[in-house]
């Protein structure tokens, strides 16, 4: 069973248009989270959601929209893309507490030309 | 910004070397952890140290913390071709809600 999954795992399209990105973790976990991956593999945190609310939101452009419609739910939805949203996304989830591993989906590819 | 901060950035070793990377970091953390990516794929949880323990061993794996120097290292003894990957290391200020990754080290383990 993959703990926490990601789809699409590639996802090419325009400039301007609207994508989603979805996520599911079958751990339990009350917290989960979207980091942006560049090109020079640098990680950055973009939110965190805990038990469905929004904690962290990393000055993250508006046209990123995450939704999460239960705590085993992380949707994000970008409108309006751009050459620079270009980047692999990662969805993570963790349990908060002193012992907070992480765990990763495999990620999702995006290519905006 | 509060992220860790890798060293090496890269890092190419012989096979049956041991290798180390170290990290250092900014603000008071409640524990840091290593993760390793492999090319393509999601990051790995290797190993986690809380700021009150100065030193942790899972099988080929060591990590040091030194909380004073707001540091620490992961050593992989006797690595293997297996090993090359990128390893991050991560810290937790916010009790699990925010967990922040350096740039990472890129380690090549030649066979």
Known sequence: DTAVSQTPKYLVTQMGNDKSIKCEQNLGHDTMYWYKQDSKKFLKIMFSYNNKELIINETVPNRFSPKSPDKAHLNLHINSLELGDSAVYFCASSQPGTATEAFFGQGTRLTVV | SQQGEEDPQALSIQEGENATMNCSYKTSINNLQWYRQNSGRGLVHL?????????????????????SKKSSSLLITASRAADTASYFCATDHTGGFKTIFGAGTRLFVKA
Do not use: A, F, P, W
């Open chain 2, 47 to 67: 190993i986690l140290i809380r700021s009150n323990e100065r030193e942790k061993h899972s099988g080929r794996l060591r990590v040091t913390l030194d909380t």
